[in-house]
């Protein structure tokens, strides 16, 4: 089994580490190979994914991914800014199907700005489709009107479409997701209005069918960025587009107590992954040795399970997550009175130590 390893930029080679040391201590002799990705690469080879990182990822079972992104690249011609690094390897590797959890751990109940009543025991799954609708969609680009409220003014444009299998593919996704959960589906939409989410809501109600067991419910998407915060535990398995997921998982990440804490896996259909934290590269506080490891560490434990079939060490890793938890060990974004802070370094050799406990 082989593991791309890409850092990438900001915080990402110092989370990465810490995700790299656990699975070394796990002893399972998978082959790593680490390569330049984003910003990193664009400063080494002139672009943010290069031919050979993409062939390394390609050829990989799974990819760990660190973050990409710094303010730093804002001016450069789009082709070339970090970002695309991760966009390129989610259109080239098709990892259309995006889980992102959001689960709040029990010690950290009182690191959420939400009252503890609201999320104490919240576990949510959003499944992001990730290779369609507007961020892929075309054309795009920019040109002078020659319609609209303002006929010969420059504009900009993108195009939001989906395929029928683009979101019949992604529903069994979530269909089959919800019938290992609680069997609860809420499909998120803006079908009063776009004729996309129309379609996607027609479409996803059609595979339905084929999932009796599963109760199907639709949300428009403001209703649900608003419920996410009102009623969180009301959610079980969301499943939506690309852009409302990218908008909806950074919300529901927010009532965990942080970002810090999410992990997230992408897959195609070939059984390769990439699994990233859910959040940024933060340049803020890159090289302070601050950052939170475990949203990383988790990911590779997604890995484990969803790419390499190591369910065992996939829960040993979660597992001691939460031993490191309950000892009290916080980075500082989940610090509270009463609590032990700790570097990045410090947390993910306490996750190594805990792995022989558990
Ligand atoms: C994410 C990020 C990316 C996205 C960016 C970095 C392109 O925000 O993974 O959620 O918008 O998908
Ligand atoms: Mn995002």
Redo the contacts with the bound molecule.
Sequence with gaps: MKIAVLPGDGIGPEIVAEAVKVLNALELNFEMETAPVGGAAYEADGHPLPESTLKLAMESDAVLFGA??DWKYDTLDRPLRP?QA??GLRKHMGLFANFRPAICYKELVDASSLKPELISGLDILIIRE?TGDI?FGQPRGRRVATDGHFPGAEEAFDTMRYSKPEIERIAHVAFQAAQKRSKRVTSVDKANVLETFQFWKDVVTEVGKQYPDVALDHMYVDNAAMQLVKEPKRFDVVVTG?MFG?IL??EASMLTGSIGMLPSASLNSKGQGLY?P?H?SAPDIAGKGIANPLATILSAAMMLRFSLNQEAAAQKIEAAVQKVLADGLRTADIYSAGTTKVTTREMGDAVVAALAAV
Excluded: H
Aim: aromatic fraction near 8%; charged fraction near 30%.
């Design positions: 990409v992104g970002e991760i966009l990730l961020y690309n990218d998982s950074d990233e859910s940024g």
